[in-house]
């Protein structure tokens, strides 16, 4: 039976994520897609229950009217059929509507709607632009997903279920109290105003300081995993003092929310109160003024009592959960802030897959400017043959990395194309784009997953023994055999740690080297592969690495000028431009920028790209 309510959601849909929309209800409808017969049925469910729980204080009137009207010897023959219904109602109806409601709301949506939402989130955020996720802490875009998702299944619930009681317990308070006498309605009709005047004065306020809270717990949390990813920083400068300010900052604006929305709910608490108090009183007067003068049964009096001090603590529960309401309200506004933004570099509808056949990519008078008008590359034309190895020169800032990244569509183009093959990589699909280009960075960046799942990464469904040979390729077998972690897993088995921080530079840029290797894409970019290794594995990696090179289209940065100097070209740029061209041969006889760079070194190394200065 659990397992039958627990299926019927889906939790990992399969249709494509699409933009969310930006307004509050058409975002929570947007995620509510596919759960809504279910959110129904519980609706329908919740409005039963409350219906058969008024009905309960009907009945108790006249649970007491007939003991005070009949004489024990006939009690049961007059009305014994009554309380049997009654007893089939108690025993049988509700604790089966209850039970169908709990099925559903624990076994099919508690768990499955919310996994939805996060499933549905995350697809789309991990095909946002890199400029997103440059713009955000990881914390704070994780941190968002998951409050906004759960924010997003209690604010649907708790709307109808609150709406379903409010609207059945109160309307049907109202009914019984004026069945007995309108007089007796009078106290519920007026506090019903009241109550519905608090709510409209405290929980926008609520609300405000709710969103004000959601914010300040994204920030404090990113503040905390940005300081601990980046904590070899932290120690290596000595600022544990300065990171406890910078995390205590972020602590505090969100201690300040708290303390603001417990003041609220203060003040809401006591106005409740003593509300509730007034109504207790003024329906026990009204209520024995009009059995004084034989208005009303003993059984009305206990009605109107019951339902008094049961509306004291229903409206306490609707008190809480309102105040949870909006704030779940205030944390989905949050989020979709962070969620609901376009995606800067978006796919064509039915974009198809990039097919490459030689390898050729063609800069056809591309400009590019980080949307600031001018600047960094403009009307740069560039033709590589199919097969052709050319290097990428220039000082830092020249537009090296920026044309790497437009090549691998980090970024649109605002003027010109990009051709592989003859096809526009703006109308092929980013996912088959990326497939045909392996790339070795110079900041190797590695899954906190096993060895194996790293290496695999470059190419799931290889074999073991395809593997075992990239790794060998990559002078990486020698380490990797030793390497263990805290859970004992060991070798291949082997967890690397967050960005693979457990393993030095020179392990991490084998370890990429390998998972390159064992992609074998047909277009092969090295941004200073080899910057992390000694001398000697560079030798020993080197021979290997001109062998992954043969048949491929190879574009390479470098700062150490020896290590590219043998390719086919090198291009040399500045300022965004081709300003030298040739072999290392021709470049030297040219006595050029190149030609400059190369006596200056000697064999030394050039200023690092910052990912250019310009960006």
Known sequence: ??????????????????????????FCLHYTQGAWP?????????????????????????????????????????????????????????????????????QTLLGNYPMRIRWMVHRYLIRQSMTFFQDEFAGRVSTKLMQTSLAVRETV????????????????????????????MLPFLVWLVVYVGLLRYFIPKIRVISERQADARSTMTGRIVDSYTNIATVKLFSHSKREESYAREGLENFLNTVHGQMRLVTSFHFSL??????????????????WLGSAISVGAVAVGIGLVLRLNGMSQWIMWEMSALFENIGTVEDGITSISLPRLVPDVPNAPELEVTAGAIDFDSIGFHYGKGAGIIDRLSLDIRPGEKIGLVGRSGAGKSTLVNLLLRFYDLENGRILIDGQDISKVSQDSLRAQIGMVTQDTSLLHRSVRDN???????????????????????????DLSDPKGRRGFDAHVG??????????????????????????????????????????????????????????????????????????????GQIVESGSHEQLIAANGIYAGLWARQSGGFLGLDDQEAAE
């Open 38 to 106: 279910w959110i129904a049925v519980m609706a329908v469910c919740t409005a039963l229950i409350a219906v058969l729980e008024v009905s309960m204080f009907a009945f108790m009137g006249n649970i007491v009217d007939w003991l005070s009207n009949h004489s024990r010897e006939t009690f049961l023959s007059d009305e014994g059929w009554k309380l049997a219904l009654i007893a089939g109602v108690v025993l049988i109806v509700m604790p089966g509507i209850v039970l169908v409601d709990s099925l559903i709301i624990h």
């Open 273 to 290: 109160y003593a509300m509730n108090c007034l109504l207790l009183f003024s329906v026990g007067a009204i209520a024995i003024w009009l």
């Open 455 to 481: 290496v695999l990464y470059g190419r799931p469904d290889a074999s073991e023994e395809m593997m075992l040979q990239a790794v060998r390729n990559a002078q990486a077998d020698s380490f990797i055999e």
């Open 157 to 184: 619930m708790k709307l109808l279920d609150v709406l379903n009681y409010v609207i059945v317990y109160f309307t049907g308070t109202l009914i019984i109290a004026a069945a007995a006498d309108l007089r007796l």
């Open 498 to 575: 967050e960005r693979g921080v457990k393993l030095s530079g020179g392990q991490r840029q084998r370890i990429a080297i390998a998972r390159v290797m064992l992609k074998d894409a047909p277009i092969l970019i090295m941004d200073e592969a080899t910057s992390a290794l000694d001398s000697e594995v560079e030798a020993a990696i080197q021979d290997n690495l001109y062998r992954l090179m043969q048949g491929k289209t190879v574009i390479a940065i470098a700062h150490r000028l020896s290590t590219i100097a043998a390719l086919d070209r090198l291009i040399v740029l500045d300022k």
């Open 1 to 26: 039976m659990f397992r039958w309510f627990e299926e019927r959601l889906e939790p990992f849909p399969t249709a494509e994520p699409a933009e969310p929309p930006k307004p509050l209800v058409a």
